[in-house]
């Protein structure tokens, strides 16, 4: 029987590239860690695996420079704005945003990771912490010569988003944060939990029932939508693989109300 969520895949990959993006798997450490992120096609090369990166800071400069003497007319690929879209817990980096890349590819460079463990991102090493799948967004940026960005982050990769601000000042110019914490300390887990009606955090955000993931999804979505049971079935079997490693995420985000400590952001910062 069709999955009709696996069926999806290969059309929302179409779109994805219709749009201009392209997916770019980046390896960012021999142990095996590997970031798969949606890119502005203009990084890859003609067999669409290739990445180009500008590692020598004197060539982006002077990669920059030479696009600013192009006709106003038409801008260059790399003179728009980079946009940076963090998923949450819910489903991989295409799957959150697929009602959004549209609007916003004419005027930005998209760039759409999924994290470690969502999608095609993998790694080996043992460190589950939002700040570790901060470091690989930001190296898998750096590897595709992104110096500059605004991020948007949904609920876990609001977390994510928070990390990569107060690690990387200098790459993350703004922060756009929905559904999310700063750090997630003991009192506030609990404070959500209670407010949810969630048990824990790893009930609520790895369902292995109907009843739960459509729960989750009430509270993901702006707007709530009617889909048959099939449908959450479907979903439930594709997008929450890696259960033990994910349980170890949420493990990881936890930190000790007495122990917690909110950075002083540098970057402009909006939260809803």
Same mark, same amino acid.
């Given at each position: ?11 929302? %990959?179409?779109? @994805? ?21 949606? #890119? ?79 999608? *095609? ?41 928070? *990390? ?27 404070? #959500? ?15 292995? !029932? ?9 509270? %993901? @979505?702006?707007?709530? @939508? ?14 929450? !693989? ?12 936890? !930190? ?17």
């Amino acid at each position: 029987m069709v999955n009709f969520i696996e069926a999806q895949k290969p059309m929302l %990959s179409r779109l @994805m590239k219709m749009a201009g993006l392209r997916p770019i798997e980046i390896e960012l450490e021999p142990a095996g860690t590997t970031m798969h992120i949606w #890119a502005p096609k203009h990084h890859v090369g003609k067999k669409g695996t290739t990445i180009s990166p500008l590692d020598d800071p004197a060539t982006a400069a002077a990669a920059k420079k030479n696009s600013t003497k192009k006709s106003k007319k038409k801008r260059s690929p790399e003179s728009r704005p980079n946009v940076v879209l963090i998923h949450g817990f819910a489903a991989e980096g295409n799957v959150t945003w697929q009602f959004n890349f549209g609007v916003l590819v004419s005027r930005y460079n998209l760039y759409i990771p999924d994290l470690m463990f969502f999608g *095609k991102s993998s790694t080996a090493s043992a460190d589950r912490s939002p700040d570790f799948q901060a470091a690989c967004v930001a190296g898998a940026l750096a590897r595709l010569g992104v110096a500059r960005c605004d991020v948007v982050g949904f609920s876990y990769g609001g977390m994510v988003a928070f *990390k990569l601000a107060e690690a990387r000042p200098e790459m993350v110019r703004s922060l756009c944060v929905s559904g999310s914490v700063v750090a997630m300390t003991d009192a506030v887990n609990r404070e #959500a939990m209670e407010r949810l009606g969630a048990g824990s955090s790893a009930e609520l955000l790895m369902p292995e !029932t109907l009843k739960g993931l459509k729960a989750l999804l009430s509270i %993901s @979505m702006f707007r709530k @939508m009617w889909f048959p049971d099939r449908f959450y079935k479907d979903y439930l079997k594709v997008m929450f !693989t890696n259960r033990k490693e994910r349980m170890e995420l949420l493990q990881g985000l936890l !930190t000790s109300t007495m122990d917690a400590k909110i950075p002083a952001f540098q970057q402009r910062c909006m939260m809803e």
